[in-house]
């Protein structure tokens, strides 16, 4: 079993819709749990992170993490063209020394169809 | 603020030679960086984790001798490819952070290199 699971889609969806990302785990010791967004041919940006388990809202976005399942989630309201993109959901915990390393999902590509 | 550049942002190169890769923290010192490199429609693979003024260290199945990392300033790091081959052919990614005690929130990603190599 991999270390974190993410459907790679693709996901398509019209505008104004509402979506749902979904990562699972199986590393306990996580303790950090992140949401990056990838454009075409870009780096990764940051959208939410989260320390342990529940919610956190960030405008259009909110993320949730439930340690007891190791399952987290991003959900996108009011989903715009703009926001098509690969999501990658990442994990981390202090891992030796003081160097925290991200473990990533392989990320879902997501379409927001006008 | 915190910007990562990466240069080039596209090599293309023959079979057997070596390429560099750089990694700048524009408008901050960065005392880690780690490097990654992304396959199409794969996760992000941590290849590194270098600390400015000592060595990289890699992960399990990262040929050091292959890719050689150097962090000689808290503002640059390069990637060497060295002998390059056509399976070395990816998207190259770097990170920088600003203290690697720090959260992953302190983890800045550049733009990313395609290397393809022929």
């Known amino acids: 079993q991999k270390e974190v699971e993410q459907d790679p889609g693709p996901l398509s969806v019209p505008e104004g819709a509402i979506v749902s990302l979904n990562c699972t785990y199986s590393n306990s010791a996580f303790q950090y749990f992140m949401w990056y967004r990838q454009y075409s041919r870009k780096g990764p940006e940051l959208l939410m992170y989260?320390?342990?388990?529940g919610n956190k809202e960030d405008g259009r976005f909110t993320a949730q993490v439930d340690k007891s399942s190791k399952y987290i989630s991003l959900f996108i309201r009011d989903s715009q063209p703009s926001d098509s993109a690969t999501y990658l959901c990442?994990?981390?915990?202090?891992?030796?020394?003081?160097?925290?390393?991200?473990?990533f999902g392989k990320g879902t590509l997501l379409t927001v169809n006008p | 603020g915190a910007v990562v550049s990466q240069h080039p942002s596209r090599v293309i190169c023959k079979s057997g030679t070596s390429v560099k890769i750089e990694c700048r923290s524009l408008d901050f010192q960065a005392t880690t960086m780690f490097w990654y490199r992304q396959f199409p429609k794969k996760s992000l693979m941590l290849m590194a984790t270098?600390?400015?003024?000592?060595?990289?260290?890699?992960e399990q199945g990262v040929e050091k001798d292959k890719f050689l990392i150097n962090h000689a300033s808290l503002t640059l790091s390069t990637l060497t490819v060295t002998s390059a081959h056509p399976e070395d052919s990816s998207f190259y990614i770097c990170?920088?952070?600003?203290?690697?005690?720090?959260?992953?929130?302190?983890?800045?990603f550049g733009p990313g290199t395609r290397l393809t190599v022929l």
């Open positions: 990170s920088a952070s600003t203290s690697g005690g720090g959260g992953p929130n302190e983890q800045f």
């Open positions: 270098s600390n400015e003024g000592s060595k990289a260290t890699y």
């Open positions: 990442a994990m981390s915990g202090l891992s030796g020394g003081s160097n925290y390393k991200l473990t």
């Open positions: 989260t320390y342990s388990s």
